[in-house]
């Protein structure tokens, strides 16, 4: 039996969504049921992923030093004041909300939408 392939992460929506012109992210926002990062700046949206893709890349490059094992939870344990203290200062608290509210709406990998 062959099922749908798993909905893409929404940072890979994200990114779809800046390469699109702006006619057709002005159109995509204005639908109806459209995910709630679409309306959060442009910029903030740009920012948002690139911190994402950066901590990202950061922690799986820490996995190929040497004796890295040991302080990998250390960046891990680093996220949460990331999230609570910092993110807070370096975007509106409207985009924020928007942007966080990106995982509930089922397009993550293991959301309701991808059932």
Do not use: C, N
Not at 9 to 29: C, E, F, I, K, Y
């Amino acid at each position: 039996m062959r099922g749908r392939p798993p909905p893409p992460s929404s940072a890979a929506h994200r990114v779809a969504w800046l390469a699109t012109g702006a006619a057709g992210r002005a159109a995509a926002a204005a639908a109806p049921g459209a995910a709630p990062w679409r309306a959060a700046s442009d910029a903030a949206i740009a920012r948002f992923t690139l911190l994402q893709a950066s901590v990202a890349a950061s922690v799986f490059a820490l996995t190929f030093a040497p004796y890295a094992g040991v302080a990998f939870p250390l960046p891990i344990m680093l996220l949460v004041p990331l999230r609570h203290r910092l993110m807070p200062r370096w975007f509106p608290a409207e985009d924020l909300e928007k942007l966080d509210a990106s995982g509930e709406e089922g397009e993550g990998v293991g959301g309701a939408g991808g059932a």
